[in-house]
DNA sequence: GTTTAGGTTTAG
């Protein structure tokens, strides 16, 4: 390969042979004799490598200026070089803007683009085993200079890293150090959300850095004390006696793990950085040096078994649940796979307020941490998923005086993330990559597995949540378990088929088919008095039987509500809401009457804090429209009474209730409320038969997701669509289908007079795992 | 080609 490479420009003379002559810039014209000559020239320009895809294959185009000698004033002459075949890739690759080069073995012609470019009348052409390149790296781009395009290739050290007890007022500077401090991005009183961090070196000193930038995403990723980062061209400055760095035009950063034993991958959300073997060395060294000779470094990470009470921790942990409390708090229902010896204060919620599932019961108090985020850290909780992996810094743990079951008083841990950014405090998320998200699967997976072996644990859906299934990007599998008690031998699908019901069996089969394709289709509507099945209506049919009921109301007035008239915006018709007087203590939330909304009107109404009821007047009183329409509106979630069970047809006043729910509102009202039930039908093969199966009674279980959750949450579709394509993979896929673990009822029902014998799958529920891809 | 912050505990 003709280029070569050198890092010292004073050493650049030595490898030429010495036959060669410099021949200056100036002197050259399109009939210099030019063998046994050299030019040198500083790349000021630098052209995309061209596949021209003839015998010549590649092109690239540079431009070269003069370097003259220091005792010569510069004229800065510059000239175009063209080069080819492979000496163009090799340049492409090795080559950067700003370095030397020396270049001989070259033809001289005539530039065809003179007359425009106004550079040097000649090109210089390197074609050819003759043509060759001496490359100098630039100097390190300390101060100023643009920074260099990403290549790993160059030997060349393009980067000078000023150790921290060097650091000069007033520079510009690139620098290494292990985190010793750090707060995460906080909004400013300017345009940019600042972050610090402390840095130290093996040359002793720790000096503080600022990062200011107007994207959150783009600071430095700083996940732990210990960490490393490489900061390019920062400033320092002094404040306080002090030498501090601070971010400014054109800095960037890289941050990396700071665990010895985990691999050197650099932690960006640039899209070009330049990172070389010297990069890798420097992260080693830094890491062996801070966890050998770094002693005063203290990690503040804390297990949930270690806590003890009024300390303040780190909390490295899954988010199982959360709840906004109101607007300036939030709770985190969280674990690590590690019990304290001390309970937990368990923090009273509707479960309809919880996203996410959360076992209760005694067997989580000291498990399960419901942590209370406050003021400036609710915005990032909200935007938090149950199964993700957080980190929560600076988390308090308040010990606090419960009164026991038998008049005893208690103590109980209670965990607060308090508002402000002082001490670091804060909360994020781990990225999927992070060895500590790694330790912490492991140890939840085994604090699983230990709780799965005790049927009387009232656990054992934590197990669910061990798997990787939260994590973007990873595909997984599914196995079912068997969750009954039975001790019941495995048999055959074809020895099932041939038993009369009732009956109760242990298979292990696949899915050969299942149906319906489409979730929406699997959601019905179920009485639990009377049994009934129905469809939910679809928004069209809605807005229509709304528009009858709508068509011919009158306001009327209720003694128990206040009601407010309004027109509808098109003034066609009036909407009446009765504000229902009575409610329970201690909530905020609103029971609304509303006569005379459309469908769409009484959606775009409904909010999360109120409970909307549509009604009509009938005879000048208020009645439910008893067509199938849901007769309960909250937030996006809606709900149907059951036509047969709900006798009642006039509104009364609600009243004695202690809590608000959908439930206790129906039965307030005197309405059946109906469930949403999953129902899908399995086609089941084990080889010896095949059979049909519906999952219904356990579909909730099965699937870990509610189907009232289903109607409304995206995530909750996603979740069963990628159950259903783990259990039955697309055709298009590699994947196998599992053998499944299942438990099925065998039952007699009577339809339209016929005796048929149905199958269920029961006591069963799905597992996820990673699969490695 | 300009500012912001400048670690240091809520008070639920």
């Not at 600071?219 to 400055?237: E, Y």
């Not at 997984?476 to 088929?497: D, F, G, I, P, Y």
Request: charged share 20%; proline share 5%.
């Amino acid at each position: 390969m003709p280029v070569y490479t050198d890092q010292d420009p004073l050493n650049m003379d030595k490898w030429l042979p010495k036959t060669l002559q410099s021949i200056p810039l100036h002197t050259l014209t399109a009939k210099s004799e030019c063998a046994g000559k050299y030019v040198k020239g500083k790349v000021v320009c630098k052209g995309p490598l061209l596949n021209m895809g003839d015998h010549v294959k590649y092109l690239l185009k540079s431009v070269i200026q003069d370097v003259p000698k220091q005792s010569q004033a510069s004229n800065n002459i510059s000239i175009n070089v063209v080069l080819f075949g492979g000496l163009a890739k090799d340049f492409s690759h090795a080559v950067n803007q700003g370095d030397v080069v020396v270049l001989w073995g070259f033809t001289v012609s005539p530039s065809p683009t003179f007359g425009k470019d106004k550079l040097h009348p000649c090109n210089l052409n390197l074609n050819g085993a003759e043509a060759h390149v001496h490359v100098c790296a630039a100097t390190a781009p300390a101060a100023g200079t643009s920074g260099a395009s990403a290549t790993v290739l160059k030997p060349a050290a393009k980067y000078k890293y000023v150790p921290l007890n060097a650091l000069k007022h007033g520079s510009q500077v690139n620098v290494y150090g292990v985190v010793t401090f750090f707060k995460l991005p906080f909004p400013t009183k300017g345009t940019d959300y600042c972050s610090t961090l402390k840095l130290t070196d093996p040359s002793g000193a720790t000096v503080c850095c600022t990062i200011f930038c107007e994207n959150q995403e783009n600071h430095p990723k700083i996940f732990k004390a210990g960490d490393v980062i490489r900061l390019h061209r920062v400033k320092v400055q002094t404040f306080g006696g002090a030498m501090t760095l601070v971010t400014c035009w054109g800095w960037s950063a890289l941050t990396f793990d700071g665990a010895v034993s985990s691999p050197v991958v650099p932690r960006t959300n640039n899209k070009s950085f330049h990172f070389s073997e010297e990069d890798q060395r420097m992260v080693t060294e830094l890491r062996e040096w801070a966890a050998h000779g770094l002693t005063a470094l203290r990690d503040p990470t804390v297990p949930l078994s270690a806590v003890l009470p009024k300390q303040y921790f780190d909390l490295t942990c899954q988010l199982l649940a959360k709840a906004r409390l109101d607007s300036a708090c939030t709770l985190l229902k969280v674990w690590d796979g590690t019990r304290n010896s001390c309970p937990f204060l368990t923090i009273p919620v509707e479960p309809e307020a919880l996203e996410g599932d959360c076992p209760a019961g005694r067997d989580g108090q000291n498990l399960i941490a419901d942590v209370l985020v406050y003021d400036n850290h609710v915005e990032v909780a909200q935007a938090l998923k149950p199964g993700m992996f957080l980190c929560i810094y600076n988390l308090h743990a308040v010990p606090q005086a419960v009164p026991g079951e038998d008049c005893s008083v208690r103590e109980v841990l209670s965990f607060h993330l308090h508002g402000g950014a002082s001490y670091g405090r804060g909360l994020c998320a781990l990225p999927s990559s992070s060895p500590d998200v790694a330790k912490l699967q492991r140890a939840l997976q085994s604090c699983a597995e230990q709780m799965e072996g005790d049927m009387n644990s009232s656990l054992d859906d934590l197990s669910w949540f061990t798997a990787s299934q939260f994590i973007d990007g990873v595909t997984w599998e599914c196995q079912t378990v068997r969750k009954c008690t039975h001790t019941l031998q495995k048999v055959s699908l074809a020895h099932v088929k041939s038993s009369s019901p009732p009956g109760v069996f242990h298979v292990e089969a696949q899915v050969k088919s299942y149906q319906p394709k489409r979730l929406y289709q699997c959601l019905k509507l179920f009485c639990s008095q009377c049994k009934t099945i129905e469809e939910i209506p679809d928004p069209a049919t809605l807005r229509a039987r709304f528009g009858q009921a709508v068509r011919d109301t009158r306001p009327c007035r209720a003694a128990w509500a206040d009601s407010v008239t309004t027109d509808t915006q098109d003034h066609s018709r009036q909407i009446t809401l009765h504000v229902s007087s009575k409610s329970p203590a201690h909530s905020d939330s609103k029971l609304i009457f509303v006569q005379g909304a459309s469908f769409d009107e009484i959606c775009h109404l409904s909010s999360d804090e109120e409970f909307l009821i549509p009604v009509k007047s009938s005879r000048g009183k208020l009645t439910f429209l008893d067509s199938m329409v849901p007769f309960l509106f909250r937030g996006k979630r809606q709900f149907y009474g059951c036509r047969q069970c709900s006798v009642r047809r006039l509104v009364k006043c609600v009243e004695g209730i202690e809590v608000w729910n959908e439930r206790s509102i129906s039965e307030g009202l005197g309405l059946q409320l109906m469930e949403y039930v999953l129902v899908m039908k399995f086609e089941l093969d084990d080889g010896t038969a095949t059979l049909e199966a519906l999952l219904l009674e356990d579909s909730d279980s099965f699937f870990h997701v509610s189907a009232e959750e289903l109607t409304h949450s995206q995530e909750a579709q996603e979740k069963i669509q990628k159950i259903m394509d783990s259990l039955h993979p697309p055709d298009n896929s590699t994947l196998q289908r599992p053998w499944l673990e299942l438990c099925l009822s065998l039952y007699a029902v009577d339809e339209n007079g016929q005796r048929e014998v149905h199958c269920q799958i029961v006591n069963t529920q799905t597992r996820g795992s990673a699969v490695e891809q």
